[in-house]
Structures are given as structure tokens and as C-alpha cells.
């Protein structure tokens, strides 16, 4: 992209209102305004673009930023570590050790104790259901506090690295993938998208990634699918959230059992294994009575409810019935394949080495798309301050 | 504070003498002039003044900062992570893991293999009696001399992150924060400061702090009052220190094991828990014989020691007594608050939460602190330095 | 050194053909040319001379380092995140915590998440024989396949951080330290350097040091002994790289299982433990058939074989027999020394004293080979990079 493309881009940036982004969180696509999803997009692209024209995007000479993964991560981590060091962030680990971080007074103690020069903080806790999208509020609103109140220099804003509800670091990268796989958000109307469960021998995957996409990819004038066997639902507020969504934008929200219904003519498929809600909910409770006991035999009793559903796998056949048969197949990775990673998964084995490159291309947004956010927030005029970077080209590698 | 301010501030710095702390370490306050306490004290308000005006403080353009935390630590840690970063260094953790570093050759050598390009090395060593400030001035003579040997291009500064006889750092914060409350080191003459032994339910907490406090505040002409139960006795050497420094001060240190004269018409009250010094010599001396039993012995009876004085605890009625009821309530966080963290502690929920606000600023002071200590040691002009800071005006963020 | 010195070494640099270096990786010392090996050492040595004069080795404004180390390192750890730091990259561990991380698609996968933005990969994968090196390559394969199919922006160089075959980053620093200690290369030929087992109470340690040594030190026609004891074979393939160097220097490479052989009128000594070849082998198949009596029964033989061989010690006598009886004593430290930090060990604590400087000099090269490795595979014109940053003069330190 030239110049002129990228100021183009700026350009666009600047007639979007996301002023409310400003010294503000990320926590819930659905809490962001189109305006706000839309210059997330394109600040994530003008960031890349500088970035390819080895143009440094520099914007902090000093500041940290904290992360904090209460479950493990790699991707998520990488991309959080990428996006602050683009940005001029060192990024400084909290590690709570095996000590449960008490909720109440601690929460607040802490998240201040770190924060005396952080610009941003980023949380993955998606264990519990109830639990961690509440959790990075505790922490948002007692920064918040601690910056009105004087005793922090600046604001760091949360940026949700994953909980149990949203995952829109993930949910906003899936997204831009499909955008520049169409060549444009206006190319997104009425194409259809199929959100699907599918087998894995594993168990407990998170919810946020299903009900982030719907809660997201609503929001386009899609007819977005969510296919998954009876006794898998997502929590019933976020398909709440998918409906509305559809009915504003002019699309469709439609939930089926039928993996088959979901494929058929899909442009684009994402089958993922998730855990049900409803044994989730009932998992965090025997974790909040210490039922240890209770957790391995809904451990169990949750294997043997996936193993009846091998058939959710997103076979050549499957793919076939897509839309001109070759749908594109989307993951946040790494995906259960099978004969590879697994002896039965979600994914055949021709089905995702056909797709391995939109695959990783898919996951190569989610620097940009946390940069992004970290930007808007932090930066009062993103659009000027995008275009000063452009204008004074320091290079990123001399 | 506007720039003529922060001048002012620079040319105070510039007329102290604080040539000795150039390329040396801060191991002990009492180690340190009075002018080198000031200097610390004025370079950490420049440094503040100057990121609250968004000017940078990086004076390194690379560097490394070794961290090696032999006890957990998440406001040190965070406090030395940003005070390098703001300064320009990064921060590279040094992980024993678990095997016990050897003492001797052993420190020799990983002291230099770490520093090949390490500007300063920060250590919390505070778990055993006789141990911890020995083994930093073990690595501060090895890299020392491998500077000198020409082995190391730079010399690594050592800053005491908390060792077994004092937390500088930490003491260091609560004096400026002192300062502050009273709008200037002119007005502590004469106050009282309650350092006082509290309640706790846990058990072998150092006494770095308690010591640390009455090392430096008895250098400011304050009534120093030291409470404790009989038994709770801090090291000999550090109060023979505060007696000293009372005395030539013109201040007063006094002992008392009633936390109600302590607080009797204190300015300032600072109710902590800690180990008694005797226990924690004999915990080593078990600790050297490799004694576990002996030691979970010892840790019975001194939880059983402490349970003896549950009543010394900060409470509103305490409070009440101090100098017009409103005495300046401090804490290195985190306390044990009754009621909150544990049915009985340190101090009542009710203290704790009049003063949140100042507490959090009192930590806040740490970063900027353990910032000033790095700068006066590496810096042969820190005064000039500042003022080039002052007068490039970089922002920290664009 | 002065500016007119730098500049002829950087004159040196332009003239030496290191073209294939550029967007490669550094796996094994015999795949590099002479010039490219020589091109290493002048960067290396410029690095070291810029920074001496507080001049900034930064070409990197943002950029990743990712390190993993799949063994236990402190000196190789530092000596990386120096060598990024200088130039300006942030360090990121990967942490693939307890797991096991699977072969064939997920190196692959992971490999590339992890490096979106990332310049530079260190590895440590020393542990099994036919492991180590070739989980680099598919690492590096994986990296530049990604790099061309434009997943990534830039392409990551992969950095041999110690495999299984060789130890480039220590054998490099190991002859930097040669040539310096002798006034420059072309004073090495005809020069005899002993290469030689030692006895250490402690058991497997990597055979990467010996290999490395011999696979580099026979290209500069010294005479090359390696000695041990019969049993402790090195890799033959390594064995047969050292006899074609020797053959193509002018030099010889002689083996021998006397360790006064090999000192009798050395010029350098480099007496150290390792595991036989063929036990590692047989220990790596035993890993593989998950047989773990099988790996503890070969630990207890391995031990018992060890103790057989106590009088190979580097002792003051052995050294009297070397040239004018003070040849130059290497090691990669730690040592295991007698007395010191075990009863028997590889070198008598006298001669380890009297050579404690050459040894941290011997170790301080590290970091700027490390730089130096990235700097040649990042940069497409290295000599004019190097100049330009000696003409900006940029402090590192203000």
C-alpha cells in the first residue's frame, strides 16, 4: 500500500466518532459503537501498513504494560507482547503464582500496586463462568479510581485478553480476516457465515470464542449460523446479543442442531468444540464448594456427552456442500485435527492443510487489532497521531 | 509544578553533595549522608515532576536490569520494573529456580556472567538472619571488581530491594511521603512517629521494615517511638543505629511495649507485624542445620507467641488518641485488616479504609524512589542530567 | 580504540563476502565460510568497541526476540537478551511449561504464532542426540516458509542457542577469546590447543561444547588435540568435520586418550566433562521407548564410568607441562572445581584462581557474538550500518 492508501486510511479514521474510546476499556465487542468496531479495524490496518513500510509506530518512549493470564496462552500472549512493543510498551508479567488472588480489597490493592506507571492491562481469565469478565471490571474501575483519585499518573486502559463471555481480541481478528478476505466490510451483506460446534477429545474449551463471534459478526449484515448438538447452548444474553445485533444490521441470527444446515452454502465455516454453558455454570459452582469430587465426574460425564457427537467434524464432504465448495475455513487455533493432534477432532487432516495459510493469516491480525485498541485508547486524536507517525517515517529497523 | 518549579528543584540537587553515590549502591540509608538522602528524596520528585509533565526520563538507550527476588514480591517488583523502564532499561529476571545458589565461587562468577551489560542489579534477599545484606555485598564486591578488572564495561549498581536488616526502598518511600503530608522535611521536627508492632495470624514477617523505618526517621528530628510485646525486640545494631541518629538530630527514639503511648498524641502511626529478631536468628541457625522439624516447632510457638497479643491492633479508638485523632495511618501494604483479609489483624477495616487514599500514595513513591537511586549512582551530573531532561522536554508519549 | 581503529575493522567487514548471511540462520559453525566466520568476529568486535565508547548499537526501534530454552541456562539466557537489547529488540520467553511440545504440525504452527513481529528466535535444545538441531531446522523451515508466503512481515533468524551437534555462540566466544589473547588469527596457526575431557562428579552434560570446539578451532591451522578418555567418543560425523578442517587450514587433528598428550606443550587447555556419544544415544532411545529404569540403570553405569577416570583434573602439575608451562586455561563455566564446588572435579582450584579473569573475559564475548549473529542476518550491508552508527554517535547513556 502506497502513501496516499494509507493517509486514505487515516482519512477515514478521522471522520469516525471513537471518542469514547479515549481513556476507556475494551472489554465486550457489543459495548463498542460501529463507529468504534469500524476505526479498531482500520487503526489495526494503518498500523500494519506503517509497519510493512518499515515505518516505526512508536508512540511511548517509556510505560509498561501488564499482563495477567489466569489460564495458559501462547498466541494471546505473543500478540499482547507484539502490540506493546510496537507501541513502545515493555510488558511486565504478573504472575499470581498458585495463590488465588482474593477478590474484594485485594483486587483493588493490587491493581494499583501495579499500575503506578502501566498504560495498559491485559487479563485472560475465562475458567469460570461469572467469573472473569467481572473480575477485569474490579480491576478497570479500581484503576479508574486510582487515576481520579490522583495516585495513578495516567489511566491504563483493560484490554480483555479473553473471559468468560467475549474473547475481542480473537472475535476482532476473525473478523478483519473475513473483511479483507472480501475485500470490504460492504462485501459482508447477506453472505453466510456457520459458527458450529465440532468433536474434540478434550473438554472445557472456553464459550468465549462461539459467542464472540456471534456477538460480533452480527453486527454485518451476515445470516450468521450457530450449529451445535442439543445440550451445547452459549449463555442465552449473548445470543440475546446476536439477535438484536442481526435484527439492527439487516441480517440473520439462526441456531440449529444441524451441523449439515449451518454448512450448506456457507461462504465461511468456523467449527470449534466448546463446553456447554449449562455444565460450566454447574462446574463453577462445585468449584466454589470445593467439590472436587463433583468436578472429575462432570469431567467425565462431559467426555462421554462429546464422544456421542464424533460425527461434528469439519470434513471434505462437509466443505463440499459449502458455497461453491470451498467456504473459507476458520480457526483461532490450534485446532484438533484429525489423524494429527488427535485420532478424532474437529478438523480432517486435508481439510485444514488446504487452509493452513488463511489459517495463520487469520491469527496475524491480533497484534494489530491490540495495538489498535491500546491506540485508541490512549491517544486522544488517533487519526493525527497515525498521520504524524506516517510523516516522520523513523524507521522501525535502520 | 511548572518548569521554574522543577528548576528550583534541580539547582537544590545540584548544590548537594552526592559525588560518593556515583557508581556505588544504596545496601543501607544509615550508609548514606544526609545529603545523599536528600538528593535521593529531590531526584525522585524531579523524575515524578517530570513524567507528570509527559517529558521523558530515559537516559539509557540500552541496558540491562537484573532482577533477582529470593521472596515474593509484587510492589518491588513492579516499583523496579517501572523505575528502569521509565529510566531505560529493561528488566531481565535472574530465576535461581530451585536450587540453592552456592555461596563463594558461585556468586563470584554468576555475579559478572549476568552484568556483561547490566547497568543495575536490584535483589530482595530477606528471609534469613546474617544472610541477605550479606550475599548483596558478596555481589556487589564481585561485579565491583570485575569492573574494575576491566571484565565488565560498566558498573552494576546494587539496589537493596529488602534485605534482612533494612528496605531502603521501602523506607525511603514512607520519608517522602512524610515530607509530602507535611509539606516539606522543615516541618517533621519535633512530630511523633509510632512505629508499632501489630497483630498478625501469619507468622515470620521481616523485619526490614520496622528497622528500616526507625533507621531513617530518627534522622529528622521526630520523637521515633518503637513499640512491641516483650519479646518482639527488633535487631540491637539497628536501634543502637536510631539512637545515634537521634542524637545528632536532636529527635528522640524511644521503646516502649505499650502501643497505647506509642500512640498518644502521634503525627504519625505505622502498626505492622513482625518477627521477633531472636526467632528469626534461631529460624536460620535451624535453617543452617537443615532442622525442619525444629523449624515447624519454632513456627508453632511463635503463631502462638503472637496469638498472646491480638490486642494490638490499630482500631478507631486508637486512632482517637493520636494528635488531634487524625494521626497520618501508614502501611507498606499489604496489612492484614480484620474483618477483611482475616477475623483479626493489623488493623481495623474501618482505619484502613479512611485511608486508602494516602496508603496508595504512599506506595506510589517506590518506582520513583528506587528511579532516583539508579540515576544519582550511574549519573556523574545528575543535576545537569536532569536539566537536559527538563529542557529536550522528549514526551514520554506522543 | 580509538575512531580511526573502528573504522578500519569496519573496512575489514565491507571486503569480507557475508551476502549468504543475510535473512539465515546461525545453526553450526561448518556452515558458515571463512569469510563469514571472520565476519562474525569483526562485527562482534566493532560492537564491543561502539558500545566501549558509549556509542548505541540500537537498529531496532520495536522488534521480538523470542528465546526458548529447553534446558537450564543462566549465562546463554543473559547473553541473548543483551545481545537483543543492545540492538534494540525486547526479549519474550516462550514457556512451553511442563508440556511436551508435539512434532510435525504444531512446531510449525507455533513457530509462526509466535513470530508476527518477532526478528530473532534463540534456541536451547541440547538434551537428546538427533533432537536438538533438527527441531531448529524445522523451527527455522517453518519461520521462512511463513516469511514467504507473506504470513510473516519480516523473516525471524534463528539463533543455535546449544543443540545437540554443536555450541556456535560459546565456540565463537571460546575463539574470539583466542585470537584476542594472541594479538589476532593470523598468530593461531601452528599453535597447539588441547581439547580434552575431564572427570565431573555430575552426569550427561552436553557434548555440544567438545564438538563445537573442535569443528571451528581446526579451520586456522592450529594443531587440534582432542583427548579422552577410551568410551567418551564425540560424534563421529563432528569427529570427521575436524579432520577435514584441519586438512583444509593446514593444520592437524589429533585424538588421543592421554590427557598429558594433549597438554604436553599446549598453548590453550580446555579441559571439560562431557557424556560419551554413544551413552546419549542409547539414553535417547531409552527416552523415546519411555523406559525410565532403563535411563536411571544407564545414569548409575554412567556415574560408575565417570569415577574411573578421576585423575583427568586440570592440575597445576598438568599445566607446568604445557608451553613455558602457562598455557592459556579455558573453560565455558561453570567449572566443577576440586575443593571448591565438589571433591573431585575438572580442574584444581590453584589453576582455576589464576585464570578467573581470562575465564569471565572468555565469557563476556558472548553477548556481542550473539549481536553480531543477528546484526549479519538482519542487515543486508552490515559494514555501512555498523559506519553509520559510529557516525551518529549516539550515546547509550546520556
Known amino acids: 500500500m502506497d502513501t496516499v492508501e494509507i493517509k486514505t486510511l487515516i482519512g477515514q479514521l478521522a471522520r469516525l466518532d471513537c471518542h469514547s474510546m479515549y481513556l476507556n476499556d475494551f472489554l465486550l465487542t457489543w459495548e463498542k459503537s460501529d463507529d468504534e468496531i469500524k476505526a479498531t479495524f482500520l487503526a489495526a490496518e494503518i498500523l500494519h501498513e506503517l509497519r510493512r513500510k518499515n515505518i516505526s509506530c512508536r508512540i511511548f518512549d517509556s510505560g509498561l504494560g501488564v499482563s495477567l493470564f489466569r489460564d495458559q496462552s501462547t498466541r494471546t500472549r505473543f500478540s499482547f507482547a507484539s502490540a506493546c512493543n510496537l507501541l513502545g510498551i515493555a510488558v511486565q508479567d504478573l504472575d499470581e503464582g498458585k495463590s488465588q488472588v482474593a477478590h474484594g480489597e485485594t483486587v483493588r490493592e493490587t491493581a494499583n500496586m501495579v499500575s503506578f506507571m502501566t498504560d495498559v492491562i491485559g487479563i485472560r481469565d475465562d475458567m469460570y463462568i461469572g467469573k472473569g469478565n467481572a473480575y477485569m471490571r474490579e480491576v478497570a474501575e479500581a484503576v479508574k479510581q486510582g487515576y481520579q483519585e490522583g495516585i495513578l499518573e495516567q489511566r491504563p486502559t483493560l484490554v480483555n485478553l479473553q473471559c468468560d463471555i467475549?474473547?475481542?481480541?480473537?472475535?476482532?481478528?476473525?473478523?478483519?480476516?473475513?473483511?479483507?478476505?472480501?475485500?470490504?466490510?460492504?462485501?459482508?451483506?447477506?453472505?453466510?457465515?456457520?459458527?458450529?460446534?465440532?468433536?474434540?477429545?478434550?473438554?472445557?474449551?472456553?464459550?468465549?470464542?462461539?459467542?464472540?463471534?456471534?456477538?460480533?459478526?452480527?453486527?454485518?449484515?451476515?445470516?450468521?449460523?450457530?450449529?451445535?448438538?442439543?445440550?451445547?447452548?452459549?449463555?442465552?444474553?449473548?445470543?440475546?446479543?446476536?439477535?438484536?445485533?442481526?435484527?439492527?444490521?439487516?441480517?440473520?441470527?439462526?441456531?440449529?442442531?444441524?451441523?449439515?444446515?449451518?454448512?450448506?452454502?456457507?461462504?465461511?465455516?468456523?467449527?470449534?468444540?466448546?463446553?456447554?454453558?449449562?455444565?460450566?455454570?454447574?462446574?463453577?459452582?462445585?468449584?466454589?464448594?470445593?467439590?472436587?469430587?463433583?468436578?472429575?465426574?462432570?469431567?467425565?460425564?462431559?467426555?462421554?456427552?462429546?464422544?456421542?457427537?464424533?460425527?461434528?467434524?469439519?470434513?471434505d464432504q462437509l466443505m463440499a456442500t459449502t458455497r461453491n465448495g470451498n467456504a473459507l475455513y476458520m480457526h483461532c487455533l490450534p485446532a484438533d485435527i484429525t489423524g494429527v493432534s488427535c485420532t478424532a477432532g474437529e478438523v480432517a487432516a486435508g481439510v485444514f492443510d488446504r487452509y493452513r495459510g488463511p489459517l495463520y493469516m487469520q491469527a496475524s491480525y491480533k497484534p494489530y487489532i491490540i495495538a489498535a485498541m491500546i491506540l485508541l485508547s490512549k491517544v486522544q486524536s488517533p487519526a493525527d497521531q497515525l498521520a504524524n507517525l506516517l510523516e516522520a517515517g523513523r524507521p522501525r529497523m535502520c
Open 166 to 315: 467475549d474473547h475481542p481480541t480473537q472475535s476482532m481478528s476473525d473478523m478483519l480476516h473475513l473483511i479483507k478476505s472480501c475485500g470490504g466490510e460492504e462485501n459482508l451483506k447477506g453472505k453466510k457465515i456457520a459458527m458450529t460446534w465440532a468433536y474434540s477429545p478434550s473438554y472445557g474449551k472456553p464459550l468465549s470464542v462461539p459467542q464472540g463471534v456471534i456477538g460480533l459478526m452480527t453486527r454485518f449484515g451476515m445470516d450468521v449460523f450457530l450449529a451445535h448438538p442439543s445440550g451445547y447452548e452459549v449463555m442465552p444474553d449473548v445470543e440475546e446479543v446476536a439477535r438484536r445485533n442481526a435484527a439492527d444490521a439487516g441480517g440473520r441470527f439462526i441456531t440449529t442442531h444441524s451441523m449439515a444446515e449451518a454448512f450448506e452454502g456457507a461462504h465461511f465455516v468456523y467449527p470449534k468444540s466448546w463446553a456447554p454453558f449449562a455444565a460450566m455454570q454447574k462446574r463453577t459452582d462445585l468449584f466454589g464448594q470445593g467439590d472436587h469430587d463433583g468436578i472429575k465426574n462432570l469431567e467425565k460425564e462431559l467426555l462421554a456427552q462429546n464422544a456421542g457427537h464424533k460425527d461434528w467434524e469439519c470434513t
